[in-house]
């Protein structure tokens, strides 16, 4: 496959760097993508994704767009209140990059669905709000060898986490949190969050996905990336694949 004149105008800032060159875009355009969740992580992670020529991209989001929403889920505008949030973005997406290939289900992601929705995708993308989605994504790419890019955000704080389950030794979710937190972690409802970490934390994982699908830079996989917006702190710790874990079983 050659690069037309028009992808490679539309590419050309990216291109130019030698860790992607041409062939890297040719891999962005060949590669695809599941993002679950279209909120406050799902905004920019689809944005960019979409700018970075992204292929084949996947949407799962059961929600229908809140006013309480707009502060941080940067994608919708007042006159989405109401539409249904996977299709507004399979929408937006189309038109920043008309060439990207938009599958949107309007759904929640359950241990019954996701086979068949996640199948096609080598990369997972988590953008959810809750641990039982989180944990599922987690079991699924464990089971099926898929890399997923994991976030979470709540007040002024952030974690991104990177799984490749293509390797072998890749820690996993469940080797952080042995049981299942409570969502009280993660609600905005109650909790809140302030709209830039989620930028913050989405623009992070989308440059995650661009290094694992082109296998540059230092991978995340290994570490968790601690984000404190407050107090501006990034912080690198180590995890540890945990013995006893489902993901050492296999
Ligand atoms: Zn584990």
Redesign the pocket.
Known sequence: MLLTKKQIKRYSRQIILKKIGPIGQKKLINSSVLVVGAGGLGSPILMYLAGLGVGNIGVVDHDKVDLSNLHRQILFEVNDLKKEKSKIASIKIGKINPDVKVNYFQKKLTKKNINKIANNFNILIDGSDNFKTKFLL?DYS?KNKKILISGAINKFDGQVFTFNFKKKG???????FQTTPSDDLLNCEADGVIGPIAGIIGSIQANEFVKETLKIGKSLCGYILIVNAFNLEFRKIKLN??KK????RN
């Open positions: 987690n464990i890749s820690p996993c979710l469940r080797c952080f694949k945990r874990c489902i993901c050492n």
